[in-house]
């Protein structure tokens, strides 16, 4: 979001008179005072639509999030509202209805295991393995449903949950975005990020992602296909793999339906709790909390250092029972060594996790933290 610092071109709104926010790449630019939609050329010019959040919306979602979280309850009197801000991303929404008929060539691998007995009546286990090519094909049809951000560079961690959100709401018509000349500017609030990607370049993305998505789904279904065929001709022998030789796979697009160019809000706020700063963004429209870093209240910090220590415990233990048998019979004792080093790992990550979301904690208990965890570990493993 702030990656992309707008330059201003020294271009005014028509309507208003003010400075309009354009970058390059910009085909739409709506004036943040009046509403009033600019296009860079003639040659865009379109319809928008708009999912208005009001200026009330923002701390008042904020709040209700704060009173109805089970977490955030807990330490909402300590917890300070800084800043909000509501942006408006523009997407299109496109649904894709495609069918296929398919064929393909598959190798599978196959393998059995057989019980045996040695010359002296031990019995032992041998796995037999073979490989067959079998053929499919069928029909295959399905909807696909994509969303499009009309930028070229969005922070997706956001505009991702924003846009799946508002997906669900879209189709179950939880939400009607309105003609942008119908918006009334004077309650709206936020900045509208400019819209760079034009519908007939955001047609055929959908179109190219939908067929993607079509051929590698067709693809599973041949590989499971395949693997069954395959178990049905070989009684007694399971597939394990297979991998595709051959294959026809046209894609065939029977309808295909793209929204116009949609505005659609999501507010982030700041908020400060124990002399940090937090973040959580919630939909505009309904104040939906999508993503966020909640502060780790100190419950859930001894969660996660008790889970450090039991992952580190159960690997690193499973991982020297390997170790000392692998010794013991004078097979490979680096699978002991690798299980080792995982449960280490594993510590450290959770150590860490710990440690990160409670950053009021001094530098010297985190170092006596880790040191005594791994300090422990090593006790333990010395009594082995
Ligand atoms: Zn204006």
């Known amino acids: 979001m702030s990656s992309d610092a707008p330059r201003t071109v020294g271009i005014r709104c028509p309507r208003c008179g003010a400075p309009l926010e354009i970058t390059p790449e910009s085909i739409l630019v709506v004036c943040k005072y009046c509403g009033y939609p600019y296009w860079t050329s003639q040659a865009y010019v379109y319809p928008i639509y708009i999912v208005p959040s009001y200026s009330e919306h923002a701390s008042r979602f904020f709040e209700s999030w704060l009173k109805t979280d089970k977490d955030m309850r807990k330490i909402a009197s300590r917890v300070v509202l800084k800043q909000v801000q509501t942006t408006y991303v523009p997407a299109y929404l496109a649904d894709s209805y495609t069918s296929t008929d398919y064929y393909g060539k598959l190798r599978v691998r196959l393998e059995k295991r057989v019980t045996k007995k040695d010359s002296e009546g031990n019995t032992y286990t041998e796995i037999r393995r073979k490989s067959v090519t079998v053929t499919v094909d069928g029909h295959f049809e399905k909807e696909y449903q994509i969303n499009i951000v009309a930028r070229r560079s969005v922070d997706k961690t956001i505009v991702d949950p924003i846009l799946s959100h508002f997906r669900e ?117 309904d104040g939906m909390r999508v993503w966020g870093e909640e502060p780790i209240l100190p419950t859930q910090r001894l969660l996660y250092y008790t889970a450090g220590l039991t992952s580190t415990g159960l690997l690193a233990g499973l991982g020297s029972a390997i170790l000392i048998s692998a010794i013991k019979s004078g097979s490979d004792p680096l699978i002991g060594i690798g299980l080792l080093l995982v449960g280490l790992l594993v510590n450290g990550k959770f150590a860490s996790l710990s440690i990160k979301g409670a950053r009021i904690e001094k530098i010297d208990d985190k170092k006596k933290e880790k040191e005594s965890a791994s300090e422990r570990l090593i006790e333990w493993l010395v009594k082995w």
């Open 169 to 285: 709401d879209y189709n179950n018509r939880y939400v009607t975005p309105q003609p942008l000349a119908r918006a009334d500017w004077s309650k709206i609030k936020g900045d509208v990020l400019s819209a760079e990607i034009p519908p007939k370049d955001a047609e055929s993305y959908a179109r190219d992602e939908t067929c993607d998505m079509l051929i590698s789904d067709v693809i599973d279904g041949m590989r499971r296909k395949a693997k069954k065929i395959a178990e049905r001709r070989n009684p007694g022998w399971r597939a394990t793999s297979a991998d595709v030789l051959e294959k026809k796979i046209p894609c065939n697009i029977e309808k295909f339906q793209m929204s116009p160019l949609m505005l659609v809000p999501y507010i982030v706020a700041l908020y400060d709790y124990g002399g940090k700063i937090y973040k959580a963004v919630f939909s505009g429209w």
